[in-house]
């Protein structure tokens, strides 16, 4: 079977993430998944257990202080050489910032197609899209090349399929055409141990209605009894109650958990362009009109300061 | 400073927008047609530039007649002047052709700093300034929620899920920014009347070198198969909380197994 290549998405504190496992379910549609890792020296060795146990049955590490140093350029060059060497059936990716950015370089490299924030991928390469706000759902296909394409975290449940990889390691030679752009410091800012907000399963977002920062403890509450990511809409955001990485919208991150539950967001387009893709939405508002409850497969008319901690309260008492 | 910021028209993102039947493409005819809000903070971010350390601010678009309307509004916030790449044969061109005839009217312009937005509205691909930057052989500083400059040099704080990366390279670059990077200013009156008069130069796919067979839907490296519009959700329950709403919420969450 031909291989398919997965560019593993990782942090160092959490390992693999859930949307590189997602990759390597949906790769094996289309052939055998080999997972790459780009990143600073021994960053594979950690990974493997873990892509060996979704089904990668090569890992290919491509490991140097070079590519970690300068912005997405290098990982890009590793790849495009890669693929011309291996010739896969075609390439993954995570539909997220890096992930799109590298596919977008390896596009030009290749002069090849590209599509991004696909929810489905057939074996003859036909791709699914969510579009337009969630509205709208796209069948699409690369006609140039092979199937480049990013995949949308929480897509699909990703289904362990043992294998053991075998780990080749990759030469790295990074050219002086990718080290324009260096990076000069990380800095995390994200405290805790909650679940990345575009991956978590439950996502509990807060708006106006909550209506300081302080009272955000309230959404964090809920959302750490159910072991899920906070998020906040853009009206909240722009009041300055919520760190802006959190924005669930249109200009902000798009997520599709299991449960999303809403407290004091009114549901304008711009908000449900975010999160409409969700399986079970909960809204709970004052105002019985707001648009959210359209969408909403249970909502509570009432005050979230009254119903928020009763919520709390009753989930702790049914441990 | 030479500075380029690239401006997209779009459906206006407030409202209902469709992809047409006969070819697949976005349904410019029958929507609102605006500037891409993110670019609305390039335009913002070029401008504050320009006021500290002088220069001139050129918008380059590319996109069918309509999209005059869009220029106009934008060079209405203070840009000098825009370019705009119009051909029939550019309708249905793709994200990698799209970058191709950016990349080769750039290269006439001679920008120092080529500003843009992180994403269309539309399309929400965030991947052109990287295909641009890739193609140009510059330096892409992507994501960024604070670009600063000093002299030749261009440090940015990108934004990420762990929190921010500090990125920094020397001009030529392309930069692209996100909404929390300012606040963009509403055109005042003295500047809408100002840019009915400034220039928009039209340049047409001859006058770059690019054939027609390599844009458009002759040249397009993907294709949207089938459209379809996605079922609206209906509503559930709503229940008004008369003391018990949170319990209520429970008993939901119990029934759907979520605790």
């Not at chain 2, 089938?226 to 229940?239: D, I, L, N, Q």
Request: aromatic share 4%; net charge negative; charged share 20%.
């Amino acid at each position: 079977m031909s291989e398919v290549l997965v560019v593993v998405e990782a942090t160092q504190e959490f390992g693999v993430k859930k949307v590189t496992l997602e990759m390597l379910t949906l790769a094996r549609g289309l052939g055998t998944p080999s997972a790459v890792v780009l990143g600073g020296p021994g960053a594979a060795e950690a990974l493997s257990a873990k892509l060996g146990e979704y089904g990668a049955a090569k890992i290919y590490a491509a490991e140097s202080a070079e590519i970690d140093g300068y912005l997405v350029a290098p990982k890009a060059t590793v790849l495009a050489e890669l693929v011309t060497r291996v010739q896969p059936a075609a390439v993954l990716l995570a539909s997220a910032q890096e992930g799109k950015e590298i596919a977008a370089r390896l596009a030009v490299k290749l002069d090849n197609g590209i599509l991004t924030d696909v929810v489905g991928l057939d074996a003859d390469g036909t791709a699914t899209q969510v579009v337009f706000a969630g509205s709208t759902i796209v069948k699409s296909k690369v006609t140039r090349g092979l199937p480049l394409v990013t995949v949308r975290p929480n897509s699909v449940t990703p289904e362990p399929a043992a294998a053991t990889p075998a780990v080749e390691q990759l030469t790295v030679s990074v050219p002086a055409a990718d080290k324009l752009a260096r990076v000069v410091n990380r800095v995390a800012e994200q405290k805790g141990s909650r679940p990345e907000l575009t991956e978590a399963s439950v996502v509990v977002s807060g708006g106006r209605g909550v209506g300081t920062a302080d009272n955000f403890k309230l959404v964090e509450e809920l959302a750490d009894l159910l072991g899920g990511a906070v998020g906040a809409s853009r009206a909240a955001v722009d009041s300055g109650y919520y760190p802006h990485q959190f924005q669930v919208g249109q200009t902000g991150k798009t997520v599709s958990p299991q449960l999303y539950i809403a407290l004091g967001i009114s549901g304008a387009i711009q908000h449900r362009a975010g999160m409409q893709t969700s399986k079970t939405i909960i809204a709970v508002n004052k105002d019985g009109e707001a648009p959210i409850f359209e969408l909403a497969d249970f909502g509570v008319v009432g005050d979230l300061f009254k119903v928020v901690p009763q919520t709390a309260e009753e989930i702790r008492k049914r441990r | 400073m030479n500075i380029v910021v690239l401006v997209k028209q779009v459906p206006d993102s407030g409202a209902d927008r469709n992809l047409r039947t006969d070819d697949n493409t976005v349904d410019r005819g029958s929507a609102n047609n605006v500037i891409n809000e993110m670019d609305e903070y390039a335009i913002e971010e070029a401008l504050k530039i320009k006021e500290a350390h002088g220069g001139e601010v050129t918008l380059l678009t590319m996109g069918p007649d309509q999209a005059t309307e869009s220029i106009r509004k934008a060079l209405s916030m203070g840009p000098d002047k825009a370019v705009h790449v119009l051909d029939d044969a550019l309708a249905g061109s793709c994200a990698v052709t799209t970058a191709k005839v950016l990349s080769a009217a750039l290269g006439q312009l001679n920008a120092d700093l080529v500003l843009c937005g992180a994403e269309s509205t539309d399309g929400r691909v965030q991947v052109l300034p990287h295909m641009i930057a890739e193609r140009l052989g510059v330096a892409a500083l992507t994501g960024a929620r604070k670009l600063t400059v000093d002299g030749g040099t261009l440090t940015i704080e990108r934004q990420t899920e762990e929190g921010y990366e500090v990125i920094t390279a020397e001009t030529p670059a392309v930069v692209s920014v996100w909404d929390t990077i300012n606040e963009p200013r509403y055109p005042s009156f003295k500047g809408i009347m100002a840019a009915k008069k400034k220039p928009v130069q039209t340049l047409p796919l001859a006058d770059l070198g690019v054939a027609p067979a390599e844009v458009g839907h002759a040249g397009a490296t993907s294709a949207v198969l089938e459209h379809s519009k996605r079922p609206p959700r209906s509503s559930g329950t709503k229940v008004t909380d008369e003391g018990a709403g949170g319990t209520q919420l429970v008993e939901f969450l119990a029934t759907e197994k979520f605790v």
